[in-house]
C-alpha cells in the first residue's frame, strides 16, 4: 500500500539534546512538508521542499532543519535552538502540478516530549 | 498574509442532526480551498476540496461551496453521524497550505 510512514510515534527529548523525526513516503511524490500542530491550534508549516536537495523555509522554521538527499524521505530535526518543542509533528507530500490543488496527504505523525 | 478563520468549538450533536461548521478567508489571488478531517491520534485526511468560486467540493455526505462573494467555504452535512466524530480544518492555498485553527466536532448517539 502507498503511503507515508513516521517514526517513532512518540519521541522523549532531553534539554540541550536534537532528536531526528523520520518521514518517508512511497507515492513518488516531489513535494513534501513538515508541519507542528499544537492544542487547539491549527498547523504550522515548518519547512517544506519541492524536489530533492531544495527545501525552503515556512512560517515557524528556527529551531528546525531538515534535508532532503532522497526523493522518498525528508527528516526533521529539532536542535537544542528549538525551546519550546512539545507537540504534534506531521509530515506530508504532494504532487507538484500546477492546478493549485495538490492534494497533501499526511503521515500518522511524531507526538513529541520534553523531558 | 493569507489566513483562514473557523468557528470556535467544540460542536457536539446529536446523530441525524444538521451540521455547519462555518469557514471564512482572506487571500490574494483565487486560492484553493480544503476540509481536512483529522480522527483522534491520527494525521489528516482531505475530506473534500474547491479549486474555484461556486465549484462544490463533496464527499461522504459532506458538502462545501466556494463563494467568493463572502469568502466562505463552510462545511455542510445533512445528517451525521457518531462515526463524523473528529477535528475538521479549512485550509487554502496551492502549494503551500494555510489552515485554521480546527473545530472539534463530538456527535452523542
Known amino acids: 500500500d502507498g503511503g507515508i510512514t513516521q517514526s517513532p510515534k512518540y519521541l522523549f527529548r532531553k534539554e540541550g539534546q536534537n532528536v531526528t523525526l523520520s518521514c518517508e513516503q512511497n507515492l513518488n511524490h516531489d513535494a513534501m512538508y513538515w508541519y507542528r500542530q499544537d492544542p487547539g491550534q491549527g498547523l504550522r508549516l515548518i519547512y517544506y521542499s519541492q524536489i530533492v536537495n531544495d527545501f525552503q523555509k515556512g512560517d515557524i522554521a528556527e529551531g528546525y532543519s531538515v534535508s532532503r538527499e532522497k526523493k522518498e524521505s525528508f527528516p526533521l530535526t529539532v536542535t537544542s535552538a528549538q525551546k519550546n518543542p512539545t507537540a504534534f509533528y506531521l509530515c506530508?507530500?504532494?504532487?507538484?502540478?500546477?492546478?493549485?490543488?495538490?492534494?497533501?496527504?499526511f503521515g500518522p505523525g511524531t507526538r513529541l516530549l520534553v523531558l | 498574509g493569507d489566513s483562514v478563520t473557523q468557528m470556535e468549538g467544540p460542536v457536539t450533536l446529536s446523530e441525524e442532526a444538521f451540521l455547519t461548521i462555518n469557514c471564512t478567508y482572506t487571500a490574494t489571488g483565487y486560492p484553493s480551498l480544503f476540509w481536512y478531517v483529522q480522527y483522534p491520534g491520527e494525521g489528516l485526511q482531505l475530506l473534500l476540496k474547491?479549486?474555484?468560486?461556486?465549484d462544490k467540493g463533496s464527499n461522504k455526505g459532506f458538502e462545501a461551496t466556494y463563494r467568493k462573494e463572502t469568502t466562505s467555504f463552510h462545511l455542510e452535512k445533512g445528517s451525521v453521524q457518531v462515526s463524523d466524530s473528529a477535528v475538521y480544518f479549512c485550509?487554502?492555498?496551492?502549494?503551500?497550505?494555510?489552515f485554521g485553527q480546527g473545530t472539534r466536532l463530538t456527535i452523542n448517539p
Open positions: 474547491a479549486t474555484k468560486a461556486d
Open positions: 485550509a487554502l492555498g496551492a502549494q503551500k497550505l494555510v
Open positions: 506530508a507530500s504532494s504532487t507538484t502540478g500546477t492546478s493549485g490543488a495538490e492534494t497533501q496527504y
